[in-house]
């Protein structure tokens, strides 16, 4: 401890307890540190221009700095560097009352904590002082290593790149009076969904411009030079303006270099102080430019270039993570802390400017704070249809209550990339119509319309996911082949929503045209395997993958999708009109008990087909006609909902935000598929059968989806993986003896 007198010992504040440093006054602490610049009851500072605002600014950034680095160093574990080189864009928006912020970059985590501890987010979870801050860091129920829902004040999480920019645009068309920063890096900028899918949204959403990227242009990536640090300023700012940003506001810190640093990336931490000041002015007022003009309606962008690790323990790619020798012992990380120390007295000045900073602590005023109100639904007009009558389109019949929820909620939208009516809901753009600048009642398109549909599925999946995670309802449609591209960012939503401390809409999918039906269109349309991607997912507790067999039951699917909390419901279903199975009753009770029984015939011994999908079920049906004329026992059971089928201990159901803890048991599972012989049978992943092979007692065998070809039908099809009438008798026969 460096001030060392009985007085500053006396005078420290119970929050800063676990700080292993503190610095000498800085120079003009007793001009501008003598009361906070955000006057109490106020929201933000008044003046961006207020020597006081920037001088307190900066001590923001070094503490922002500093708790960053120690906490890290307390496990030697996590990414101090590029928090470090935009400290002082964080600062000035919290000066300036902007608290909802988000970020693209998952390696910005504790900077974000050491923000949500100075202002009393983190209160909430227990977290009182910065020694508490030290040992929670990195732990079970703690503050895990990269950014997540559970973390109060946190609006999204944060983990692969480029994400962050569709939580920033969801938050900003659901809430159109706040600003919603987001910090990029520059090595993220390299991920090609960024910008397009800011892009297309702007196309979409003219009017909803107060999301805010801030490039954090330091020069590098994780482990090397990032592949935009050869560009000049005026290229940078020439690749916002062609992609549509009206407004580029950039501050490079080597504009106010005194220390004649090398490179065209510098660190502001090595200027004089005076220098200091005068860059951090030039931040905060770029960033209230830049609030004020994503506020005031143009599409805008706030770019900060300085050195990666700006202030910390290393520079460049080396500063990116903390390796086994960054302890709190390490000469590098002792000598950054005690150069970026502060008083007690400053650090309280901080904490005073965080706290009444938006009105309060983030954990009590961000937006995903609260439950957004949603609009009663009323009736959806479901129609019954009769079993056995004429084949129905399932897509279809889904897309007309698509259009009832589209028309009793203006906030709801749906999302694809690939275009409704190839999948048989053009009854979805005739209700709501696509969102196109270009009306056209031909093409139903308008302006104003509830379907979002880029070319890309990553921005279609982005903003559906990130609309239900701010508390909306959505649906995102998807070619079952391609709806991998768009999976990343929902698997991060649902494992977000699974610890989410508030209950939110489910997020919603409707996959079609599946293998079976793609046969002249070859293997490149013929990708099922993304269902062993919901089979795994399964077991996390919340995702819900569904197989309605027909026009009813998706109907019926649909409708209980619709009143889940906080889970990922993946339907999944023909566009080919097929029979109808199942009445409403016996739809709701498969969803509930996971399957039903379709057929049940008699026989010496009992061959029992479990069937995950609708089109597969032909072959099934064939099957089961032979094997009754030789007197052998058939059941053909739909597994429409196949994790209610698993036994409680295999799924993490328990620990999930509102927990679903129905599953179906034993003597239930034993009524449906007990026999002398299970088969399973699917058109998907061998995965999704997995709960029912791991139960049954049975002799048993799996047939399932192996590749794709190209073919002239769905039986041609089946054929080449196997899924004939003849296989599936040949092998009950086999199995029975």
């Known amino acids: 401890m460096t001030a060392s007198t009985e007085a500053t010992k006396l005078s420290i504040p119970d929050f800063c307890q676990g700080i292993q440093y503190f610095g000498e006054e800085l120079p003009k602490f007793a001009d501008y540190g003598k009361q906070a610049a955000i006057a109490p009851g106020e929201l933000a500072i008044t003046d961006p221009h207020s020597p006081a605002a920037v ?22 574990s996590g990414h101090p560097g590029g928090f470090a080189s935009q400290a002082e864009a964080y600062a000035a928006l919290v000066m300036l009352g902007h608290k909802n912020i988000i970020t693209e970059v998952g390696h910005h985590a504790p900077g974000f904590y050491s923000a949500m501890f100075i202002d009393r987010s983190l209160e909430d979870m227990g977290i009182v002082n910065v020694q508490q801050l030290r040992d929670r860091y990195r732990e079970q129920h703690g503050l895990l290593g990269h950014l997540s829902g559970f973390i109060p004040g946190i609006l999204a999480p944060a983990g692969p790149l480029g994400q962050g920019q569709h939580f920033a645009m969801s938050a900003a068309k659901l809430h159109r009076d706040k600003l919603f920063p987001f910090t990029v890096g520059d090595g993220g900028l390299g991920e090609p969904y960024i910008v397009s899918s800011m892009a297309h949204f702007h196309t979409a959403y003219p009017d909803v411009t107060n999301f805010l990227p801030v490039l954090v242009w330091n020069g590098f990536s994780q482990e090397h030079h990032s592949m935009v640090s050869t560009k000049s300023d005026a290229e940078m700012i020439a690749y916002w303006q062609g992609n549509g940003f009206e407004e580029v506001v950039l501050v490079n810190a080597k504009a106010f270099d005194d220390k004649n640093q090398p490179g065209d990336y510098v660190d502001s931490t090595a200027f004089s102080f005076d220098k200091r000041l005068e860059f951090t002015q030039a931040v905060l007022a770029a960033a209230d430019k830049a609030a004020s003009s994503a506020l005031g309606g143009k599409l805008t962008v706030l770019i900060i270039k300085q050195l990666k690790g700006a202030g910390v323990h290393a520079r460049g790619a080396k500063s990116h993570n903390l390796y086994a020798m960054h302890t709190l012992d390490n000469a590098d990380i002792v000598n950054a802390l005690k150069t970026r120390a502060l008083t007690p007295q400053a650090w309280e000045l901080v904490r005073t400017n965080f706290e009444r900073s938006g009105g309060g602590a983030a954990g009590r005023t961000a937006v995903t704070e609260t439950i957004l109100a949603l609009p009663e639904l009323g009736e959806l007009g479901l129609e019954e249809y009769p079993v056995g009558g004429e084949p129905k389109v399932a897509t279809t019949a889904m897309g007309k ?139 996390n507790g919340n995702v819900f993958p569904v197989f309605p067999p027909d026009a009813n039951s998706i109907q019926t699917c649909y409708e209980w999708a619709l009143t889940t909390q906080n889970k990922g419901i993946v339907i999944t279903a023909s566009k080919s009109p097929l029979p109808i199975r199942l009445t409403f009753e016996q739809s709701r009770k498969a969803i509930k008990d996971g399957a039903i029984a379709l057929q049940e015939i008699k026989g010496s011994k009992t061959v029992v087909f479990a069937v995950v999908g609708d089109m597969v079920l032909m072959p099934v049906f064939e ?34 935000s509102e927990p679903d803890g129905e599953f179906l048991d034993d003597a239930g599972f034993e009524a449906l598929f007990g026999g002398d012989a299970l088969i399973g049978v699917t058109a998907g992943a061998s995965g999704m059968l997995e709960p029912i092979m791991l139960r049954s007692n049975a002799k048993r065998d799996t047939f399932a989806w192996k590749r794709g070809e190209t073919t002239a039908s769905p039986a041609q099809l089946m054929a080449l993986n196997g899924l004939t009438a003849e296989n599936l008798v040949k092998r009950a026969m086999e199995l029975i003896g």
């Not at 999946?461 to 960012?489: D, H, K, Q």
Request: glycine content about 6%.
């Open 55 to 76: 001088f307190q600014t900066l001590l923001a950034a070094d503490a922002l700095r500093y708790l960053t680095l120690q906490i890290t160093a307390s496990k030697a």
């Open 623 to 656: 099957a089961a006609t032979y094997l009754e004329a030789q007197e052998v026992g058939v059941k053909i059971v739909s597994v429409v909902n196949p994790r209610r089928l698993y036994r409680p201990s295999d799924v993490a159901w328990d620990s999930c």
């Open 401 to 539: 209550l698509v259009g009832k929820v589209g028309q009793s909620d203006r906030n709801f939208i749906v999302t694809n990339a690939d275009g409704n009516e190839a999948s048989g809901i053009a009854n979805i753009n005739q209700a709501l119509k696509i969102i196109h600048p270009t009306p056209d009642d031909l093409y139903n398109q308008n302006p104003s319309g509830q379907v979002y549909e880029p070319l890309s599925e990553d921005a279609c999946a982005g903003l559906a996911v990130g609309l239900s995670l701010m508390g909306s309802r959505t649906l995102w449609c998807s070619y079952e082949s391609f709806a991998i591209n768009g999976l990343p960012i929902m698997q991060t939503v649902t494992q977000a929503m699974a610890e989410l401390r508030r209950p939110t809409p489910s997020v919603i999918t409707l996959f079609t045209a599946g293998a079976l039906e793609q046969g002249r269109n070859g293997w490149t349309h013929q990708r099922p395997e993304i269902e062993a991607y919901f089979a795994a997912m399964m077991r």
